[in-house]
């Protein structure tokens, strides 16, 4: 019984796993950046949230520049 409940754990965290990875990228509204437009805040929600695994980052740090108002 115990090998069965060790093999069944085993395959659930390998799925959970996987799902995680296949999950649609966005960016994370974790925290509040600045204090100017959502699109200046959030190329650096993007980096907190691929910093911890959460997600990829598709803007590049040149977005930041380019996107924050001056």
Do not use: F, V
Not at 28 to 53: D, L
């Amino acid at each position: 019984m115990k090998i069965l409940e060790k093999a069944l754990l085993e395959n659930d965290s390998a799925a959970e796993e996987e799902s995680r990875n296949l999950r649609t990228k966005r960016c994370a509204r974790k925290r509040a950046w600045c204090e100017k437009t959502e699109n200046c805040c959030c190329p650096m929600k993007c980096i907190y949230a691929w910093y911890n695994g959460q997600s990829s980052c598709d803007h590049t740090i040149s977005t930041i520049w380019t996107s924050c108002p001056k």
